[in-house]
């Protein structure tokens, strides 16, 4: 029994180099394995590294071009405001102001690369003293407050006409007054505001009927006359469109006349700055093309134009369309509106209204507007009285075009 525990032992002994080869080959099979892992992992961290670097060019092209762009941008806005020029444009509320209000509305200043800061009137006069005490380049007004400006050697131009209408400033006598005719007039409390083309067409009215409303007139600004008139404490108003439709629409009163007849068609006048237009002709130029698409887009969308101008005045837009049928819109500046003009001055003189008569050969300055008509498209062209000053400018082809068209 010890003989056979001792080969028992024996064989165990002899297995266990057995056992040991058979570790070391087992370590050998891994091998191979472990290092197929190692190769495997560094070829993913080798992929992992080229996209980081590649995501990092894509980045850098990015950022890269972000860089371009903003310097590319930044030269195309100091390109643009060194050739856009800014400037305070004041204009009106009114509807004879129509041309101005579509022209801010529609962006067409904008069109032609003018960058427009505006003010808003309700009259002629305050529009008068932005421009004079340097707060505006442009302002629109009437023809009595153009005159009285001129006059008085201020240092603007009146560059054109982009509106007017012999029957638009009307008489509005209170529904509750006993006036039943225009000699009824005489003794009654009249709301005008002074120094308007209102104020400056109701002396003419009272000189060709022969009355003396001096005493009578109480200095008053439109939107206060509709108060005061449905308050009684006015027997009558005159005024421009809107107020006398929107005083009638009211039940405020009824009209008792108009203005009209008197020789002068009222005409709403751009003046500009001197200095200014000198020194930015093109400008000026730009922002004539732009009040003669406002006034285009008016004469071919009346009901829009109409719709545009209650969204701004807060009227109705059938009052609206109702004042506007009192006017012609139309950039220009023909005889018969430089006939008016010198007539009404000539009126306001011998009533001392003014001291001295401007000289319009110097204060009406047209090469503006010729200059603006000739680069305006042709279409537009046949849509406005040419004078024949406007038309010596014309080239030879336009002018056979312009004569066919017309």
């Not at 005159?238 to 203005?259: D, F, K, Q, R």
Request: glycine letters at 8%.
């Amino acid at each position: 029994m010890d003989i056979n525990l001792e080969i028992n032992s024996n064989c165990c002994k002899a297995a266990k180099p057995g056992n040991k080869g058979r570790r070391k080959g087992d370590r050998m099979e891994k091998e191979p394995l472990e290092n197929d892992k190692r190769a495997e992992k560094r070829k993913m961290l080798e992929e992992l590294r080229k996209e980081k670097v590649k995501k990092q060019r894509i980045i850098g092209i990015i950022f890269a071009g972000i860089i371009v762009t903003s310097i590319v941008t930044g030269i195309w806005y100091w390109e643009r405001s060194e050739v856009r020029e800014d400037f305070t444009f004041a204009y009106q509320d009114r509807v004879a102001d129509a041309a101005s209000i579509i022209a801010v509305e529609n962006g067409f200043f904008e069109d032609e690369g003018l960058n427009v800061k505006t003010m808003r009137f309700s009259s002629g006069p305050a529009c008068t003293e932005a421009l004079i005490y340097g707060n505006a380049e442009f302002g629109t007004m009437g023809d009595t407050t153009g005159i009285i400006t001129t006059s008085k050697g201020h240092p603007v131009k009146i560059i054109c006409s982009h509106g007017g209408g012999e029957n638009r400033h009307r008489i509005v006598v209170s529904a509750t007054s006993n006036i039943e005719s225009i000699g009824d007039l005489e003794g009654k409390f009249i709301g005008v505001k002074k120094g308007t083309s209102t104020h400056g067409g109701l002396l003419l009215f009272a000189e060709k009927n022969g009355l003396d409303l001096e005493d009578e007139i109480v200095d008053m600004q439109p939107s206060d006359q509709l108060t005061a008139l449905a308050a009684g404490e006015l027997d009558a108003i005159v005024a421009s469109e809107p107020t006398p439709s929107l005083a009638i629409a009211n039940g405020y009163g009824h009209e008792l006349a108009t203005l009209g007849g008197l020789n002068n068609t009222y005409p709403i006048l751009i003046l500009v700055h001197t200095q200014f237009a000198k020194e930015h002709p093109e400008t000026v130029v730009k922002m004539l093309r732009a009040l003669i698409s406002a006034t285009d887009f008016i004469q071919n969308n009346l009901d829009e134009a109409a719709n545009i101008q209650a969204t701004i005045t807060g009227l109705d837009a059938d009052v609206v369309k109702t004042a506007m049928n009192f006017h012609y819109y139309n950039v220009c500046m023909t005889q018969e509106t430089k006939d008016s003009l010198s007539n009404m001055a000539t009126f306001l003189k011998n009533m001392e209204q003014i001291s001295e008569i401007p000289d319009f050969n110097t204060v009406i300055e047209t090469s503006y507007l010729e200059e603006a008509l000739t680069t305006y498209n042709l279409e537009a062209k046949n849509n406005y009285t040419l004078n024949n000053d406007t038309l010596k400018v014309l080239t030879t082809l336009e002018k056979t075009i312009y004569e066919f068209l017309k």
